[in-house]
């Protein structure tokens, strides 16, 4: 089921109820299972799940590398599963722009630094390349390191070109999976204050995967998805305390879906071993999650001691 067309608008990337099924032989892999995700122009958020929770299938549909089984995902106006293969390239080429987590997958070895951010614009027959190329590469703070090959620049350099290659021809989006997944704290710092300063310069929208507690300690809003859909959102703001320092506050919070759908943490699970079904109780100003005890059918909703939450009213 695809929700109304009303839904996502103003939003940049708009994922309804995406749906990636991977089938090999008999075996049915669903990477994606409904997952509903809305990213505001000029945003920087981060994704977060555990390994096989389906982030790399997402960035790959967002991406336009892969298309969904089902459901909907447009990015700035383009259908990705609607697109013919001519838009495809067009998109791959403009809208997005990826950094993948190998370093070498993003840049070719044997063009310098410059030659590298200089070939989207080449393909896409854009005029300005050389000074274009320069101005990027000085953005990323490597004006120093133009005619370097990527085996002469470190990791962090590595993928501080890929930054500039994925913004050579002014994409709307940035994907970023896992960045800086190969490189170590100090260097992953860099980077990701690299993407921070594009995304407060250029005001490219990025969207990055991560496993990066300083990443996702540094964005306003983190998503993590959980067997292909997404669970919970983080969202942080700056507070000024007491002392008149700066203070993030950073609250967690479920997601509901459109169809009423959510999932509870695993932790909260494991706890009241809650299975198969609970009860729910509506309360003036909060919804009770019982366990499932087997009573007279027409009793109220059986309440064990680690049920009853603070807010709880009678
Ligand atoms: P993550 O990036 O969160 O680690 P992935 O998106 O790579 O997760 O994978 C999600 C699930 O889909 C996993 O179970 C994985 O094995 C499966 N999967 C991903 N890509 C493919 C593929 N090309 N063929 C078959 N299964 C795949
Ligand atoms: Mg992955």
New binding site residues.
Partial sequence: MTHGSGYGQGAVIVCDNLVRI?K?ADLE?V?LQGLDLLVEPKEMMAIV??????????LNILGGLDVPTAGRAVVDGYDLARMSRRERTVYRRRVVGTIWQQTMRNLLPYLSAVENVELPMVLDGRRGRRGRALELLGLVGLGERVGHRPTHLSGGEQQRVAIAVALANEPSVVLADEPTGELDSATSAEVFGVLRKVNAELGTTIVV?THDALVTDQVPRTVA?RD?RTSTVTLRRTELDHAGEHRVIAEEFAVLDRAGRLQLPRTHIEALELRDRVRLRLEEDHVGVFPYVTRKLDDAPAEPAGATGEGERR
């Fill in positions: 991977f090999i892999a990477a799940g555990a390994s096989g929770s389906g982030k790399s299938t997402l995967v998805i292909g």
